[in-house]
C-alpha cells in the first residue's frame, strides 16, 4: 500500500528565522564589541606614557567601545617609526625629533618650551652670550639635544657633545649632561654656568628645575633668556613653534620673569594613522578630553592635554602639522551619526535580510507546488482505487483499497487543517474520496462482487 505524506511550510519558516537570527547576531557583535586599538607610548619613564595607560586602563574600567594595547619604546622617533610601518594605530610623537608621513594629530598631549634659566650674575641675557660657556642640559633628554643644538646654531655656535677639559672654544657652546639633582651644585662648582630646559613652563618639573638655579645664585636672581627670533627658527624648522613664557610665572616679587619670554618650542602629540577611521579617531580625542579630569587625579600632566590650534578645517588639514578629519568632528562637534558609521552594515544587513526573504519566499512557492502536486498524487490514486475497484472480486483485495482509500482520506483532511488548500483542489479530493469509497463499499456488499 502506497502512504501519500503532504509536506508542511513549517521547514521553510525555521529555515527563514534562522538564516535571519544568524545575520542579526553577526550585526549585533559587530557593532557591541570593542574595538582595539595599538598605541606607540615613548619616552620609556617619560610623562606620557603615564598618562596614556592611565587613558587605557580608564576606557577598560568603563567598558567603553575602544580598547588601548600600549607597546612602549625607549624614545619618540622609534614610536613614531611604528606608526609609519603600521605597528601601531596610534603614537605619541615629537614633530621636531620624527614625523611619520602618515600621521595626523588627534591632540596636543603637552607643549614644551625651550629657554636658558641662568643666575643673574653669569652675565648671560641672551643666547649669543652662552659663547665659550657650559651649558647644562638634562641627561635624560636625549630628544633634547637636536633642538638645543639647532638653535645653538642659529647663532653661530657650534654645540659640543663632548665637553673639552680646557676652555670651551669662542665659537662654540658645550652641552653638559647633568641629573635634576645636580643642578644647584654643578652650577655653583662652575661644571656648568646655565641650563637649558625643554619643558612644559607651567609644570611642577619647570617650577623645580627654576627653583635649583636660584638656590644657585648668589642674589637668589635669575635671568630667562628666550629665543626673540622666533619667526626666522620657524621659517627653517617649521615643525617647531612658537611660545610666550608669561611675566612672573615662577614668582611674583621679584617677578620672574620681569617681562613675557617669547620663544619657541615643540610638543608631544597623539598621532593616528591617516587611514584611521573617521569615527573612531573622533571617538579616541572625545574619550579623551571627556577624561581629562578624572586622569588628573592619578597623572597630573592630563591638565596639559589641549587640542592642536587652527582657524578653520582648511588651515587645520593643510597645516604642515595637520589634524585628522576624525579629530576635527570632535573639536567642531560634527561627528557621525549612528547610521553614517555603520552605513555600510546596515547596507549590508538590508542586502542579506532581502535575500533571506527571497529565499523564504522561493521555498514557499516551491513547498506550495510540491503540496498541490502530493495533493493531485492522491486525488489521481483515489480516482484509480475507484477504477480497480469496479473490477476487483477478492474480498481481501478490496478490503486493503478501502484502507488505503482512508488513509489517503485522513491525509487530506490533515493538511486542510494545518495548511491553506486552494478550494478548487479540496473540492476535487473530496468528490474522488466519495466516489472511491461508495465503489469500494458497492464492491464489498453486491452478491458475487466479493468472492473470497
Same mark, same amino acid.
Given at each position: 500500500?502506497?502512504?501519500?505524506?503532504?509536506?508542511?511550510?513549517?521547514?521553510?519558516?525555521?529555515?527563514?528565522?534562522?538564516?535571519?537570527?544568524?545575520?542579526?547576531?553577526?550585526?549585533?557583535?559587530?557593532?557591541?564589541?570593542?574595538?582595539?586599538?595599538?598605541?606607540?607610548?615613548?619616552?620609556?619613564?617619560?610623562?606620557?606614557?603615564?598618562?596614556?595607560?592611565?587613558?587605557?586602563?580608564?576606557?577598560?574600567?568603563?567598558?567603553?567601545?575602544?580598547?588601548? /594595547? =600600549?607597546?612602549?619604546?625607549?624614545?619618540?622617533?622609534?614610536?613614531?617609526?611604528?606608526?609609519?610601518?603600521?605597528?601601531?594605530?596610534?603614537?605619541?610623537?615629537?614633530?621636531?625629533?620624527?614625523?611619520?608621513?602618515?600621521?595626523? +594629530?588627534?591632540?596636543?598631549?603637552?607643549?614644551?618650551?625651550?629657554?636658558?634659566?641662568?643666575?643673574?650674575?653669569?652675565?648671560?641675557?641672551?643666547?649669543?652670550?652662552?659663547?665659550?660657556?657650559?651649558?647644562?642640559?638634562?641627561? *635624560?633628554?636625549?630628544?633634547?639635544?637636536?633642538?638645543?643644538? %639647532?638653535?645653538?646654531?642659529?647663532?653661530?655656535?657650534?654645540?659640543?657633545?663632548?665637553?673639552?677639559?680646557?676652555?670651551?672654544?669662542?665659537?662654540?657652546?658645550?652641552?653638559?649632561?647633568?641629573?635634576?639633582?645636580?643642578?644647584?651644585?654643578?652650577?655653583?662648582? #662652575?661644571?656648568?654656568?646655565?641650563?637649558?630646559?625643554?619643558?612644559?613652563?607651567?609644570?611642577?618639573?619647570?617650577?623645580?628645575?627654576?627653583?635649583?638655579?636660584?638656590?644657585? +645664585?648668589? %642674589?637668589?636672581?635669575?635671568?630667562?633668556?628666550?629665543?626673540?627670533?622666533?619667526?626666522?627658527?620657524?621659517?627653517?624648522?617649521?615643525?617647531?613653534?612658537?611660545?610666550?613664557?608669561?611675566?612672573?610665572?615662577?614668582?611674583?616679587?621679584?617677578?620672574?620673569?620681569?617681562?613675557?619670554?617669547?620663544?619657541?618650542?615643540?610638543?608631544?602629540?597623539?598621532?593616528?594613522?591617516?587611514?584611521?577611521?573617521? *569615527?573612531?579617531?573622533?571617538?579616541?580625542?572625545? &574619550?579623551?578630553?571627556?577624561?581629562?579630569?578624572?586622569?588628573?587625579?592619578?597623572?597630573?600632566?592630563?591638565?596639559?592635554?589641549? &587640542?592642536? !590650534?587652527?582657524?578653520?578645517?582648511?588651515?587645520?588639514?593643510?597645516?604642515?602639522?595637520?589634524?585628522?578629519?576624525?579629530? =576635527?568632528?570632535?573639536?567642531?562637534?560634527?561627528?557621525?551619526?549612528?547610521?553614517?558609521?555603520?552605513?555600510?552594515? =546596515?547596507?549590508?544587513?538590508?542586502?542579506?535580510?532581502?535575500?533571506?526573504? !527571497?529565499?523564504?519566499?522561493?521555498?514557499? /512557492?516551491?513547498?506550495?507546488?510540491?503540496?498541490?502536486?502530493?495533493?493531485?498524487?492522491?486525488?489521481?490514486?483515489?480516482?484509480?482505487?475507484?477504477?480497480?475497484?469496479?473490477?476487483?472480486? %477478492?474480498?481481501?483485495?478490496?478490503?486493503?483499497?478501502?484502507?488505503?482509500?482512508?488513509?489517503?482520506?485522513?491525509? =487530506?483532511?490533515? &493538511?486542510?487543517?494545518?495548511?491553506?488548500?486552494?478550494?478548487?483542489?479540496?473540492?476535487?479530493?473530496?468528490?474522488?474520496?466519495?466516489?472511491?469509497? *461508495?465503489?469500494?463499499?458497492?464492491?464489498?456488499?453486491?452478491?458475487?462482487?466479493? *468472492? #473470497?
Amino acid at each position: 500500500m502506497r502512504k501519500v505524506v503532504l509536506p508542511g511550510g513549517r521547514e521553510a519558516w525555521l529555515l527563514g528565522l534562522a538564516a535571519l537570527l544568524v545575520v542579526a547576531a553577526v550585526a549585533l557583535f559587530s557593532f557591541s564589541r570593542a574595538t582595539t586599538l595599538t598605541l606607540a607610548v615613548a619616552p620609556n619613564g617619560g610623562t606620557e606614557p603615564a598618562l596614556l595607560r592611565a587613558y587605557a586602563d580608564e576606557l577598560a574600567r568603563r567598558k567603553l567601545g575602544i580598547r588601548l /594595547q =600600549i607597546l612602549s619604546f625607549d624614545g619618540v622617533r622609534e614610536s613614531a617609526e611604528a606608526l609609519r610601518s603600521g605597528k601601531a594605530d596610534l603614537a605619541v610623537i615629537r614633530p621636531d625629533v620624527a614625523m611619520p608621513g602618515n600621521g595626523l +594629530s588627534l591632540a596636543v598631549l603637552r607643549e614644551l618650551a625651550a629657554f636658558v634659566a641662568a643666575p643673574a650674575a653669569s652675565g648671560i641675557g641672551a643666547i649669543p652670550d652662552l659663547a665659550g660657556r657650559r651649558l647644562g642640559i638634562l641627561a *635624560s633628554r636625549t630628544a633634547d639635544r637636536t633642538l638645543v643644538g %639647532d638653535l645653538a646654531a642659529h647663532y653661530g655656535l657650534e654645540p659640543l657633545t663632548e665637553v673639552p677639559e680646557a676652555d670651551v672654544p669662542k665659537t662654540a657652546v658645550a652641552l653638559v649632561p647633568v641629573a635634576e639633582a645636580d643642578v644647584t651644585a654643578a652650577l655653583g662648582e #662652575g661644571r656648568i654656568d646655565a641650563l637649558v630646559l625643554v619643558t612644559t613652563p607651567t609644570s611642577p618639573a619647570a617650577r623645580r628645575l627654576i627653583g635649583h638655579v636660584r638656590q644657585a +645664585s648668589a %642674589d637668589g636672581a635669575v635671568t630667562l633668556v628666550g629665543v626673540p627670533d622666533a619667526a626666522a627658527v620657524l621659517a627653517r624648522r617649521p615643525r617647531l613653534q612658537p611660545v610666550t613664557v608669561p611675566a612672573a610665572l615662577f614668582g611674583g616679587n621679584p617677578r620672574l620673569p620681569a617681562e613675557d619670554v617669547a620663544t619657541i618650542g615643540s610638543s608631544y602629540r597623539l598621532v593616528a594613522r591617516a587611514d584611521l577611521s573617521r *569615527s573612531l579617531a573622533a571617538e579616541v580625542t572625545q &574619550h579623551l578630553f571627556e577624561m581629562r579630569a578624572a586622569l588628573a587625579e592619578t597623572v597630573p600632566a592630563a591638565e596639559d592635554v589641549t &587640542h592642536p !590650534s587652527y582657524e578653520d578645517t582648511a588651515d587645520a588639514t593643510s597645516a604642515r602639522l595637520p589634524i585628522h578629519p576624525g579629530a =576635527i568632528d570632535y573639536y567642531e562637534r560634527e561627528q557621525e551619526t549612528f547610521i553614517e558609521r555603520y552605513e555600510s552594515w =546596515i547596507y549590508l544587513v538590508a542586502i542579506l535580510a532581502g535575500g533571506v526573504g !527571497s529565499t523564504v519566499a522561493w521555498l514557499r /512557492q516551491r513547498l506550495g507546488r510540491i503540496r498541490r502536486e502530493r495533493i493531485a498524487v492522491a486525488t489521481e490514486r483515489l480516482l484509480a482505487l475507484r477504477s480497480e475497484a469496479r473490477r476487483e472480486t %477478492d474480498r481481501e483485495r478490496l478490503e486493503v483499497m478501502a484502507g488505503e482509500v482512508d488513509d489517503l482520506a485522513a491525509s =487530506i483532511a490533515r &493538511h486542510a487543517l494545518n495548511r491553506p488548500t486552494e478550494p478548487r483542489m479540496l473540492g476535487a479530493a473530496t468528490v474522488a474520496i466519495e466516489a472511491a469509497r *461508495s465503489t469500494v463499499r458497492r464492491a464489498l456488499t453486491e452478491p458475487g462482487g466479493a *468472492s #473470497g
